[in-house]
């Protein structure tokens, strides 16, 4: 998720057993082949492949890249670029509903026309010549839904093997509900597997959202912040029936120190303090806790004093957070 989830975000996010897989945030293309610095910020973790290591989290889980773009030839470019790189697959963004985007002609914009998803899914498909499957990711349409099962029929068409699906238009942005039920509809009408996406918050978001959409696979976005622990209680319930007890407060805290140990290593600390703030908001959805722990925190500026309150507010014990370590420029990797 861009500007939210990073590579130490995933590594974070996938400690414990419960995603599949990740995809990095979109990478951005307009009309040039990008330098592989770029692919390195948005997927460091594509380094590993040049010892011959899988793309994937510390723990192992895969990461996949994400591209986001109109322009056939230029997506066509960069895919091959990916590649070179190391990419596991390229994902392609269909769904970002920021105006800035779609007026530049990007991610949920070619949703009008599904000729256009299928010309960009096709030059990347053709590009890649089968060496790593090339997926989608679409809204169920622009202002309306009428496209919804033409624009997926278009990416099975150009090439996609998967297909996620983002329950709601662009128009609507993040108003509930999602429409799992259209996920459903647009399943029946492809053959390509299809994940269903938006508003899965909790165990029992995911049996609705699965029952609506009859997709074996779901994808977390905003609740993989909001609930680290879902996507573990997700796997835990699918294995055993069980459910795992609620996320509490000091787990919540516990990670959002872990988080900050981790960004203090490449990030300076003013900048650490506003995305442990950052991720804090997220934990406020749906939990009364949480919210009434950011109305305390949010006005905290120095980064010592926030994991302080933090961690007197429930982790058990907490050394000072290691001082920036100037790591070099992912450019001389390459
Ligand atoms: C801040 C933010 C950034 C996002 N960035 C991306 C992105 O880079 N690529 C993508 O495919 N979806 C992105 N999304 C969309 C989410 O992946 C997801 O489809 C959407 O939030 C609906 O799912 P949710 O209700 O589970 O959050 C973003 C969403 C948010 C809120």
Redo the contacts with the bound molecule.
């Keep these: 998720?861009?500007?939210?989830?990073d590579a130490l975000t995933r590594d974070l996010l996938t400690r414990e057993a419960g995603f599949d897989w990740t995809?990095?945030?979109?990478v951005r293309v307009i009309d040039a082949r990008l330098p592989p610095r770029v692919f390195y910020k948005h997927c460091p973790e594509l380094l590993q492949s040049l010892k011959q290591s899988p793309v994937a989290t510390p723990s192992g889980v895969p990461v996949h890249l994400?591209l986001?773009g109109s322009d056939p030839l230029t997506l066509a470019a960069n895919a091959r670029q990916a590649r070179e790189l190391g990419a596991l697959s390229i994902?392609m963004?269909f769904?970002?509903p920021a105006k800035l985007v779609n007026r530049h002609d990007g991610g949920a914009a070619l949703l009008r026309d599904p000729e256009r998803v299928f010309d960009a899914v096709r030059a990347v498909a053709d590009a890649l010549d089968g060496d790593i499957p090339v997926t989608a990711?679409i809204?169920l349409g622009f202002s309306n839904r009428l496209q919804a099962v033409a624009c997926a029929q278009a990416a099975q068409a150009g090439g996609a093997s998967q297909l996620?699906v983002?329950g709601?238009t662009r128009d609507e942005g993040?108003r509930p509900p999602?429409h799992w039920e259209w996920i459903g509809r647009i399943r029946q009408h492809i053959k390509i597997p299809v994940v269903a996406?938006?508003?899965?918050?909790t165990l029992e978001d995911y049996w609705k959202a699965r029952t609506l959409s009859g997709c074996d696979d779901v994808?977390?976005?905003?609740?993989?912040l909001a609930d680290p622990w879902l996507a573990p209680r997700i796997r835990h319930w699918q294995a055993t029936g069980q459910r795992l007890p609620e996320t509490t407060w000091r787990m919540r805290a516990e990670t959002l120190c872990t988080y900050a140990d981790l960004q203090c290593q490449k990030l300076p600390e003013k900048v650490v303090t506003s995305l442990v703030k950052q991720w804090l908001a997220q934990m406020r959805k749906g939990n009364a806790e949480a919210n009434a722990h950011f109305q305390h925190l949010k006005r905290i500026t120095r980064l010592d004093d926030l994991l302080q309150a933090l961690a007197s507010s429930g982790v058990s014990e907490r050394k000072p957070h290691k001082a920036l370590v100037q790591t070099p420029d992912i450019t001389t990797h390459v």
């Design positions: 998720m861009e500007g939210v989830i995809v990095t945030e979109f994400q986001l994902d963004n769904g970002c990711k809204r996620v983002h709601r993040y999602a996406n938006g508003d899965i918050w994808m977390l976005g905003r609740a993989a």
